[in-house]
């Protein structure tokens, strides 16, 4: 029987019989997240956003030959052997400019002015430099020659028409938002973005922005969950925290959403309902996960959106949250699953000591380029994320790593290392 289900489960003031190993709730939410839908937006706010499909041009970009210089329109053969000591005259008859064609075919021995960008008028294969010309009135002499082509975008050398431009699932940068438009793209087709319910429950807590006062401290992991919801491409719904009352716990998991997660309330104490309330209304086959932080966190489904329950101590809920729920995010909005964080290999500066039979997250240090351990424990200081540059994962079937270890090394921040 799945771990979280049967008539046993409730596993409130009794602990986990059990835990589900980090690889086998793995294997399980994987089965779960499916790509959304598609939609279309503008292409001025496709930055950032999943592409759906292939797009193909249906157009030559540039769809005219063009000058890639200032200077003057020829017919190539037209400066065969110019040099300083041999000046060819050419004729100058009008002028090129960018959205203002010179709209006349050219003869031999004439030349028309041009600007970079401007179309190459009838006639012409090459741009001769302005600063290979000495201009007189109505004409120019030639102090160099060039060849056919030279100095000129032939149509179709950007873009050509029918080629694939950008591939489904490319997540768009600004300069693909560029190509997108140079091609006539009106608007984008990219994958929907999923909508995640954040609940964070506790009567302890106050909102964001207050001050501490007594015993009661200031939603931390509210603010955190939006950030990092965000990063991963859903769309956070963070309305303000859920008193601990099972009506509005269970009122908040059922908001309009693809995905809930839920902050606090997830372990095994007294007023811990949100286990209860997924399981007797939706499927809880997941709760309790051999690993530390995060052994409280659950995952299940209620009215068909995936629901995780995160722990309320902010180190865990940050670790279950990129373990699971990110990835899960990622996975519906047809991003990437893999961890969102740059990866080195580094040697540990001391020892590191784990515990058989679970997975540890350890937030780390670099000190001169090596590993120096923070901490493993001490899932309420948040601040230990803060001043590790990242954390390392040591494997369920190890007991750490001795001095000198070369370890995987995830990166909060990408600049550092």
């Known amino acids: 029987m799945p771990n979280g289900s049967g008539p046993d489960a409730d596993v409130r003031m009794r602990g986990f019989a059990r835990r589900t190993t980090v690889a086998?709730?793995?294997?399980?939410?994987?089965?779960?997240?499916?790509?959304?839908?598609?939609?279309?937006?503008?292409?001025?706010?496709?930055?950032?956003?999943?592409?759906?499909?292939?797009?193909?041009?249906?157009?030559?970009?540039?769809?005219?030959a063009r000058s890639m210089m200032d200077g003057f329109a020829v017919r190539a053969r037209d400066t065969s052997g110019a040099s300083p000591y041999n000046r060819l005259r050419l004729d100058v008859i009008g002028r090129s400019m960018p959205g203002r064609p010179f709209e006349a075919t050219l003869a031999p021995g004439q030349a028309v002015q041009i600007m970079t960008g401007a179309p190459l008028p009838d006639g012409a294969d090459a741009v001769l430099p302005a600063e290979w010309v000495e201009i007189g009135p109505g004409h120019v002499a030639t102090q160099g020659e060039v060849s056919p082509g030279k100095h000129v975008g032939r149509v179709g050398e950007d873009?050509?028409?029918?080629?694939?431009?950008?591939?489904?699932?490319?997540?768009?940068?600004?300069?693909?938002?560029?190509?997108?438009?140079?091609?006539?793209?009106?608007?984008?087709?990219?994958?929907?973005r999923p909508r995640v319910r954040i609940a964070v429950t506790g009567d302890e807590l106050l909102p964001a922005g207050s001050k501490p006062r007594g015993c009661r401290i200031v939603d931390s992991n509210g603010p955190m969950l939006v950030a990092l919801v965000a990063r991963?491409?859903?769309?956070?719904?963070?309305?303000?925290?859920?008193?601990?009352?099972?009506?509005?716990?269970?009122?908040?998991?059922?908001?309009?959403?693809?995905?809930?997660?839920?902050s606090g309330g997830s372990s095994v104490g007294q007023e811990d309902h949100a286990p209860s309330l997924v399981r007797r209304h939706g499927e809880l086959p997941i709760h309790g996960l051999a690993m530390r932080p995060s052994s409280p966190t659950g995952m299940g489904r209620l009215d068909?959106?995936?629901?995780?329950?995160?722990?309320?101590?902010?180190?865990?809920?940050?670790?279950?949250?990129?373990?699971?729920?990110?990835?899960?995010?990622?996975?519906?909005?047809g991003r990437s699953t893999d961890w969102p964080y740059r990866r080195i290999r580094a040697q540990t500066a001391r020892k590191i000591v784990s515990a058989v039979g679970r997975l540890d997250y350890l937030r780390v240090r670099l000190v001169e380029g090596r590993v120096d351990p923070v901490a493993i424990g001490g899932a309420s200081v948040l601040s230990s994320t803060t001043r590790a540059d990242g954390f390392v994962l040591v494997p369920p079937d190890s007991e750490g790593y001795p001095p000198g270890a070369e370890v995987d090394v995830f990166l909060y921040d990408p600049h550092v290392g």
Do not use: K, T
């Not at 706010?45 to 157009?59: H, K, Q, W």
């Not at 938002?177 to 009106?186: D, E, F, R, T, W």
């Not at 329950?309 to 519906?332: H, M």
């Open 159 to 192: 873009v050509a028409a029918g080629a694939v431009v950008l591939v489904g699932g490319r997540v768009l940068r600004p300069q693909d938002v560029g190509v997108l438009a140079s091609i006539g793209q009106g608007e984008v087709p990219v994958v929907c």
């Open 24 to 64: 086998d709730a793995l294997r399980w939410l994987d089965g779960q997240a499916s790509r959304l839908g598609d939609e279309r937006v503008p292409v001025g706010e496709a930055a950032g956003r999943v592409l759906a499909g292939e797009v193909r041009s249906e157009v030559d970009v540039p769809g005219f």
């Open 304 to 333: 068909g959106r995936l629901v995780f329950l995160l722990p309320g101590n902010p180190v865990s809920c940050l670790c279950a949250y990129d373990f699971f729920a990110g990835r899960a995010i990622r996975a519906l909005g």
């Open 232 to 262: 991963d491409g859903g769309v956070p719904v963070h309305p303000g925290i859920v008193r601990d009352e099972p009506e509005a716990i269970l009122q908040a998991m059922r908001s309009e959403a693809d995905v809930v997660l839920v």
